[in-house]
């Protein structure tokens, strides 16, 4: 085994939203830390991600940046559901695809506050899902991480990274639908392009999304059609009117557990129509 030197690099990061406006986050910070073999053996790399703050995770921070009045209660509403839509799609579409199950948990903080303006500018709060994705850690590329794979070995990894992409994704749909929803409004993959999803608190997952794409080391056209077969298996998800009901559920659920970690079989037991609250949030 060769010697190790580890590398550590912290950088500010920048997250657009839309075309014409950026979101500067001190608190969104990157950091990667790469090993190199100290005596120039085999090459041997391996990137690690933390990523801390994020965004779409502590939505009181643009809260703090505005200077309108800000609905604590829709504002948490519309959290669950992205969130509930991210575990839904990790527990169904995993195990449609007959994937391996991935235990996840959804934490939840804060939440517990009566509305007011001055509670929603001052008040922090987090609503996150912890875990599920299958791709534990990002390789540097697809190609090096399934070199002396079989052909049905690389195809399994390969359908892991669409998955994860996909429940990515699903979150800030997700979102985007429960307000299409509210507002009567009509939704579909023309008028809500993936662009579109900074403006549904997707920022955080859009960014992993693009170090999934990244990964896969395609050019661009394979690139676009990659994004728009998985954007679309995206909406196919939550157009399903089971999967809909299923992660209204999971909202009601988490909303009505504020300071509460949902463990697994909880979250599941809800998806499934066993357990939790039944009331429609849209």
């Known amino acids: 085994m060769p010697k190790i030197a580890a590398f550590c690099r912290v950088t500010k990061c920048h997250i657009f939203k839309g075309a014409d406006s950026l979101y500067t986050l001190p608190q969104l910070l990157l950091n990667t830390v790469t090993f190199l073999p100290l005596d120039n053996a085999d090459n041997f790399f391996v990137r690690i991600l933390f990523l801390t ?11 703090k940046r505005t200077a309108q009045p800000i ?51 001052t008040t922090p709060w987090i609503a996150r899902v912890d875990g599920g994705r299958l791709i534990h850690t990002l390789p540097s590329s697809v190609t090096e991480a399934t070199r002396g794979f079989s052909h049905h070995q690389k195809q399994a990894y390969l359908k892991a990274f669409d ?19 509210r507002d009567d409004e009509i939704i579909n993959s023309r008028l809500v392009n993936i662009n579109a999803l900074h403006h549904y608190g997707g920022a955080a997952d859009l960014w992993l999304v693009e170090e999934y794409l990244t990964c896969l080391g395609l050019d661009a056209q394979a690139r676009t059609k990659k994004i728009d077969a998985l954007f679309g ?26 300071h509460y970690t949902i463990d697994y079989s909880a979250i599941a037991a809800v998806l499934d129509g066993s357990g939790g609250l039944r009331q429609q949030a849209a």
């Open 53 to 63: 703050e994020v965004l779409s995770m502590n939505r009181s921070y643009l809260a």
């Open 71 to 121: 609905d604590v209660q829709e504002l948490s509403r519309k959290t669950a559901i992205h969130e509930a839509g991210h575990a839904a799609a990790i527990y169904f579409g995993n195990k449609h695809q007959q994937l391996p199950p991935v235990c996840f948990q959804i934490l939840i903080s804060g939440l517990n506050h009566p509305p007011s303006q001055h509670r929603a500018l």
């Open 163 to 181: 998955a994860d992409i996909v429940n990515l994704l699903v979150g800030p749909l997700a979102e985007a639908n429960y307000i299409a929803l």
């Open 233 to 258: 298996a995206a909406f196919t998800f939550i157009n399903e009117r089971g999967y809909w009901r299923a992660i209204i559920r999971l909202a009601n659920h988490i909303l009505a557990n504020r």
